[in-house]
């Protein structure tokens, strides 16, 4: 049972069979996460056309199968935003959306690493951003609802950077700081980024 089944597809039940397939190999990690989320995957419901059919919903996978402990980051940030989480009553909507595109997820850029390397960051305080080798999840409080968004990392994904505008192909996205286009050869893609400051006028 979830909360909010009327409103969307709800993967609360697909935490269990998400688990159980998972089998022996399920990370120990999981546990101490699954006693974090309390109740709240209960009160998690799919945003229209949101949901990834790519296999399991990318919340469960993401939560139940992390390699690292951005599963109990996660939870911990969920008690902060919804400190009380009691099952069968009514409480805080928690939206969840899968996207394709990592710039998809709200107020993120790109940053560099104490290597110089290019990753991905929050450029605003109120989208709380974590990441393993497998996936990118975004959390922001939306005043009604907590939202949650997932990007699922892939061997084949790359990004490419560009000066050109004219050089991103199938753009997806576009304001006044950035064009991102995607290119997909399944079961690889790539992003394209051109940061607009670096157009010559």
Not at 49 to 76: K, R
Not at 88 to 99: F, K, P, Q, S
Request: with cysteine.
């Amino acid at each position: 049972m979830a909360m909010y089944e009327d409103k969307g597809y709800c993967p609360n039940n697909s935490f269990l069979h998400c688990a159980m397939e998972y089998g022996d190999n399920i990370p120990k990690l999981w546990n101490r996460t699954r006693e974090l989320l309390g109740d709240r995957t209960a009160y998690m419901v799919y945003t229209p056309n949101g949901v990834s059919y790519y296999g399991w919903p990318y919340v469960c996978d993401a939560l139940i199968g992390a390699t690292s402990t951005m599963g109990i980051e996660i939870a911990c940030q969920l008690q902060n935003m919804i400190p009380e989480c009691t099952y069968a009553e009514t409480g805080r909507m928690i939206l969840v959306t899968d996207v394709l595109n990592p710039f998809a997820i709200p107020h993120i850029g790109r940053g560099y690493d104490s290597n110089g390397h290019e990753i991905l960051v929050s450029i605003d305080p109120s989208m709380h951003l974590f990441q393993d080798d497998r996936y990118i999840c975004g959390i922001i409080d939306e005043g009604t609802a907590v939202h949650m968004y997932f990007f699922k990392l892939s061997q084949g994904f790359k990004m490419v950077v560009v000066d050109d505008p004219n050089q991103v192909p199938e753009v997806c996205y576009k304001d006044d700081a950035y064009i991102v286009g995607v290119k997909k050869e399944y079961p690889d893609f790539t992003v394209y980024v051109c940061r607009m400051e670096h157009k010559e006028e």
